[in-house]
């Protein structure tokens, strides 16, 4: 999952980017609002967390801006205003949540996944898609009960669909997830991870797919109901690499 950091004490942001790369995450940080605005228009993030104490443009006014065009992105505040009446105005112009400096580490990571599950219409970390299992708090696939062998890309491909699953996602959305827009790759790389995910799959459950392609748009995750019961004997424990 992809995050944006906007908070203009830079050692604030560059601890907690370290907090949330730590737990797996990708992110982008901006120091300012007109930075936050302009990277929010090339790319889609999963979650916003938003200081409201900037040299610009402040957090309230980026937030009721975000929302007047209707970007549903979540976000987090991460304010040292801690008045109550601050946190009611960002709640009803359109925050998730709000959470006040200091603050712990742990508390924003269990913040981040409570919202990540919720507006994704998951009520845990897990998201089951057949008999496949997403752990997106232990970034590991399970299939019947076995753990798959994924590259640290990989994984990200396959929680990607499965937080957006129905939606037809482009090629170009996978690569600013997996990439972060910081590096240039051909889109032709995506269909090489698809490639081999559903190779992996069909592994593991004796040649079902999940991963649809849409011509001319992109892949979509796929859920139906699985006809036959398959039993597959687990062959290790294996770790995200």
Same mark, same amino acid.
């Given at each position: 999952?992809?995050?944006?950091?906007?908070?203009?004490?830079?050692?604030?942001?560059?601890?907690?980017?370290?907090?949330?790369?730590?737990?797996?995450?990708?992110?982008?940080?901006?120091?300012?609002?007109?930075?936050?605005?302009?990277?929010?228009?090339? !790319?889609?993030?999963?979650?916003?967390?938003?200081?409201?104490?900037?040299?610009?443009?402040?957090?309230?006014?980026?937030?009721? @801006? &975000?929302?007047?065009?209707?970007?549903?992105?979540?976000?987090?505040? $991460?304010?040292?205003?801690?008045? &109550?009446?601050?946190?009611?105005?960002?709640?009803?112009?359109?925050?998730?949540?709000?959470?006040?400096?200091?603050?712990?580490?742990?508390?924003?990571?269990?913040?981040?996944?409570?919202?990540? @599950?919720?507006?994704?219409?998951?009520?845990?970390?897990?998201?089951?898609?057949?008999?496949?299992?997403?752990?997106?708090?232990?970034?590991?696939? @399970?299939?019947?009960?076995?753990?798959?062998? $994924?590259?640290?890309?990989?994984?990200?491909?396959?929680?990607?669909?499965? &937080?957006?699953?129905?939606?037809?996602?482009?090629?170009?959305?996978?690569?600013?997830?997996?990439?972060?827009?910081?590096?240039?790759?051909?889109?032709?790389?995506?269909?090489?991870?698809?490639?081999? $995910? @559903?190779?992996?799959?069909?592994?593991?459950?004796?040649?079902?797919?999940? &991963?649809?392609?849409?011509?001319?748009?992109? !892949?979509?995750?796929?859920?139906?109901?699985?006809?036959?019961?398959?039993?597959?004997?687990?062959?290790?424990?294996?770790?995200?690499?």
């Amino acid at each position: 999952m992809k995050l944006l950091i906007v908070e203009d004490e830079i050692g604030i942001a560059r601890g907690i980017e370290t907090a949330v790369m730590s737990d797996g995450f990708s992110c982008d940080i901006a120091e300012n609002g007109s930075d936050a605005l302009e990277m929010m228009k090339f !790319y889609d993030y999963d979650l916003i967390i938003l200081d409201l104490i900037l040299p610009d443009i402040d957090g309230f006014e980026i937030l009721s @801006r &975000i929302r007047a065009i209707r970007n549903t992105t979540p976000v987090i505040i $991460l304010s040292g205003l801690n008045a &109550i009446d601050d946190k009611v105005k960002g709640l009803t112009i359109g925050a998730d949540d709000y959470l006040t400096k200091p603050f712990s580490k742990v508390e924003l990571l269990a913040r981040i996944y409570a919202i990540v @599950r919720r507006t994704s219409g998951h009520s845990s970390s897990v998201i089951d898609v057949g008999p496949m299992e997403i752990d997106i708090k232990q970034r590991c696939v @399970r299939i019947y009960g076995t753990e798959m062998a $994924l590259t640290s890309k990989e994984y990200s491909i396959l929680e990607l669909l499965a &937080i957006k699953k129905g939606s037809v996602l482009p090629k170009e959305a996978f690569l600013n997830h997996i990439y972060g827009g910081m590096d240039e790759h051909e889109v032709k790389i995506v269909d090489v991870f698809i490639c081999k $995910l @559903r190779r992996k799959i069909a592994n593991l459950t004796g040649g079902l797919n999940f &991963i649809e392609t849409i011509w001319g748009r992109g !892949y979509t995750m796929r859920d139906f109901e699985v006809e036959h019961e398959h039993k597959i004997t687990p062959i290790g424990n294996l770790k995200v690499s």
